[in-house]
């Protein structure tokens, strides 16, 4: 079964760039979402075929995709962002959408 | 507003059956593309059914044969009726609306609005 691969932890201080990849064999294909989920609330899209962002999120928050790997990035890191981040995508057939494994940021 | 809400939820012996529905508003179920998330406590997501707007169906393999994705147009409402439930079920269940992506055809659907979910307990 296909899989998306993310770091289970990442860590920086305020204000610093957080970086969070994601790497799947169907990627430089395929486009990649990001999630972000607080603990006990539903997850929310802060990033969109690959690179876009909704209306309502910071312009912090962007992405990226290159090869087999999708980077989520903050640039600036605020102490609200503290979260678990997942990727999203599908595999080569398109019938498979999969979640990686998540990511949970911590900003001390 | 746009709101997404989930009821239904349980907790229910393995081998049961038990209906999630999921009532929307701000937002019709008929014209949009419509899923069910999961969570299983202190896990991650995972996919597990969708429904386009046209009505075709599509269930993970993990689901597929044990549970259903329905909706009620006049009720504007959107179900997933689960058969020969599992512990490994257990999981909060999440309705959301799904997009397909603006280019490709085979690219993944997504979610961009979430309910708050419903938890399901499989265990007897």
């Known amino acids: 079964s296909y899989e998306l691969t993310q770091p289970p932890s990442v860590s920086v201080s305020p204000g610093q760039t957080a970086r969070i990849t994601c790497s799947g064999d169907a990627l430089p294909k395929k486009y990649a979402y990001w999630y972000q989920q607080k603990s006990g609330q539903a997850p929310v899209l802060v990033i969109y075929e690959d690179n876009k962002r909704p209306s309502g999120i910071p312009e912090r928050f962007s992405g990226s995709s290159s090869g087999a790997m999708a980077t989520l990035t903050i640039s600036g890191a605020q102490v609200e962002d503290e979260a678990d981040y997942y990727c999203?995508?599908?595999?080569?057939?398109?019938?498979?959408?999969?979640f990686g494994g998540g990511t949970k940021l911590t900003v001390i | 507003e746009v709101q997404l809400v989930e009821s239904g939820g349980d907790l229910i012996q393995p081998g049961g059956s038990l209906r999630l529905s999921c009532a929307a508003s701000?937002?019709?179920?008929?014209?949009?593309?419509m899923s069910w998330v999961r969570q299983a406590p202190g896990k991650g997501l995972e996919w597990v059914s969708l429904i386009q707007s046209g009505g075709r169906t599509y269930h993970a393999d993990s689901v597929k044969g044990r549970f259903t994705i329905s909706r009620d147009n006049s009720k504007n409402t959107v179900y997933l009726q689960m058969h020969s439930l599992r512990a490994e079920d257990t999981a909060v269940y999440y309705c959301?609306?799904?997009?397909?992506?603006?280019?490709?055809?085979?690219?993944?659907?997504?979610?961009?609005?979430w309910g708050q979910g419903t938890l399901v307990t499989v265990s007897s």
């Open positions: 999203y995508s599908t595999d080569t057939s398109g019938n498979h959408w999969v």
């Open positions: 959301a609306r799904s997009r397909p992506a603006s280019t490709g055809a085979s690219q993944p659907y997504y979610f961009d609005l």
């Open positions: 701000g937002l019709t179920v008929s014209t949009n593309y």
